[in-house]
């Protein structure tokens, strides 16, 4: 059973960089048929995309982040990255990583981890 | 503010149905699919049905999935205590060119 597990800092200061790391075990993050994606959700509230990669490196990011958002992938670990800069309060939320089909559906999630930005 | 809006809350008692509508607009619901999303409290969503009215594997037939225009629905039938939870819709929006979901329904079994 294809496993996803969020691992970085829960704490980040602002006006500095999130970086989080979903690490996929039971399954190839190599697949042609599906994308990876980073999803977040403030505390209290609903769910945004924050962007997806395919295993070639190819990116696509949500609107309102996209300025600040870069997602990466190591196919040799396995893993995909995301860097969020020039963090706020407003960018506190859990981070989920997860597999999504072409057509969006995220199939698989991790158990996400709250990013608490805070002096 | 999301371009796809749900109401924010519903009830019923045990065994009763519900629904749950997402709406939107031309450029997301009505041309691109719909899936819908299952969160028990503190935990991730998961994903209960897909391209509008497919079930996962292990999901129970109670849970299903339509959409006419630019509105979507997810009924759950036979209700039990442990559907409370918040229910999400998400699709694709192709104007903003972004997986855009909704704002996220309650659902409380009385």
């Known amino acids: 059973q294809m496993q996803l597990q969020e691992s970085g800092p829960g704490l980040v200061k602002p006006a500095e960089t999130l970086s989080l790391t979903c690490t996929v075990s039971?399954?190839?993050?190599?697949?042609?048929?599906?994308?990876w994606a980073w999803i977040r959700q403030p505390p209290g509230k609903g769910l945004e995309w924050v962007g997806s990669i395919f295993h070639s490196g190819s990116t696509y990011y949500g609107p309102s982040l996209k300025s600040r958002v870069t997602i990466s992938v190591d196919t040799s670990k396995n893993q995909f990255s995301l860097k969020l800069n020039s963090v706020t309060a407003a960018d506190t939320a859990v981070f989920y990583c997860?597999?999504?089909?072409?057509?969006?559906?995220?199939?698989?999630w991790g158990q996400g981890t709250l990013v608490t930005v805070s002096s | 503010q999301s371009v796809l809006t749900q109401s924010p809350s519903v009830s019923a008692a045990p065994g009763q149905k519900v629904t749950i509508s997402c709406s939107g607009s031309?450029?997301?619901?009505?041309?691109?699919?719909v899936s819908w999303y299952q969160q028990l409290p503190g935990t991730a969503p998961k994903l209960l049905i897909y391209?509008?009215?497919k079930r996962p594997s292990g999901i129970p037939d109670r849970f299903s999935g339509s959409k006419s225009g630019t509105s979507a629905t997810l009924g759950i039938t036979g209700l039990q205590t442990g559907d409370e939870a918040d229910y999400h819709c998400?699709?694709?929006?192709?104007?903003?060119?972004?997986?855009?979901f909704g704002p996220g329904t309650k659902v409380t079994v009385l």
């Open positions: 998400g699709t694709w929006d192709s104007s903003l060119s972004a997986h855009v």
């Open positions: 039971g399954g190839s993050i190599s697949s042609n048929s599906y994308y």
């Open positions: 997860t597999r999504h089909s072409v057509h969006g559906a995220n199939d698989f």
């Open positions: 031309s450029s997301n619901i009505e041309s691109n699919y």
């Open positions: 391209e509008n009215n």
